[in-house]
């Protein structure tokens, strides 16, 4: 079972609403991802944050907004998303520091998110 | 740049054979990390293996081996005694080794096991 969790597993939101996405980690991870899938396509990063700081943001649109409340949880909020928003978000958390066998990325379940 | 390049979009193989899922890589760093993830229909991705450039040996977990050829720049991933709950996309990865945040994801490669 993964040590990532995400809710909900499935959202399906109207163009005007306001929703999260929440992912917990039991890892002991200080870096934690967001990244957003869509169908037959490779994940695509959207941030990352690292000790709680946002460390990268992937150019993505500010109805995307990530908030990073502790070390073990992160949560992507949603407002005034668009249809093509629609895919699977996928969260991910991975150790620090410049050993890549220490630096493997885990990933949570994921979130389908349909925007109607 | 980096880049990952996995050439087969789908594959099939029959219950209990083995199949390789190939991966080449390009970069220019000495250190770097390669990764094979399994993602089912559930969306999951699932962490199957790692090799660091500078391991000699290649990797293996179970049923699953790395074949590294670092010369060549692949890093092949070969399932041995297929099963048929290990139908889904594989996805090859790779990281540099410079403490950065960044994966680089291949295209994937949907494999299917026949009963």
């Known amino acids: 079972d993964t040590e990532v969790t995400q809710t909900p597993k499935h959202l399906v939101m109207g163009m005007t609403n306001k929703k999260s996405l929440k992912c917990e980690q039991h890892?002991?991870?200080?870096?934690m991802y967001w990244y957003k899938q869509k169908a037959k396509k490779p994940p695509e990063l959207m941030f990352v944050?690292?000790?709680?700081?946002?460390?990268i943001n992937e150019s993505v649109p500010s109805r995307f907004s990530p908030e990073c409340p502790n070390s073990s949880l992160l949560n992507l909020h949603l407002h005034a998303l668009q249809p093509e928003d629609s895919a699977l978000y996928l969260c991910?958390?991975?150790?620090?520091?410049?050993?890549?066998?220490?630096?493997?990325?885990?990933f949570g379940e994921g979130s389908w998110l349909t925007v109607v | 740049a980096q880049k990952i390049t996995q050439t087969q979009p789908g594959m099939f193989v029959q219950e209990k054979e083995a199949v390789t899922l190939d991966c080449t890589y390009d970069?220019?760093?000495?250190?770097?990390?390669l990764f094979w993830y399994k993602q089912p229909s559930s969306g999951e991705m699932i962490f199957l293996i790692y090799?660091?450039?500078?391991?000699?040996q290649n990797a293996t977990e179970g049923r699953y081996s790395l074949n590294f050829q670092k010369a060549r720049k692949s890093a092949n991933l070969v399932i041995s005694a297929s099963q048929l709950g290990d139908s889904a996309m594989y996805f090859c990865a790779m990281r540099e080794g410079n403490g950065g945040f960044k994966t680089i994801f291949g295209a994937g490669t949907r494999l299917f096991v026949k009963a």
């Open positions: 890892m002991g991870h200080r870096a």
């Open positions: 970069t220019s760093d000495q250190s770097y990390g």
């Open positions: 090799q660091g450039s500078y391991d000699e």
């Open positions: 944050y690292s000790y709680e700081k946002l460390s």
């Open positions: 991910a958390s991975s150790q620090v520091g410049r050993f890549l066998s220490g630096n493997t990325i885990y």
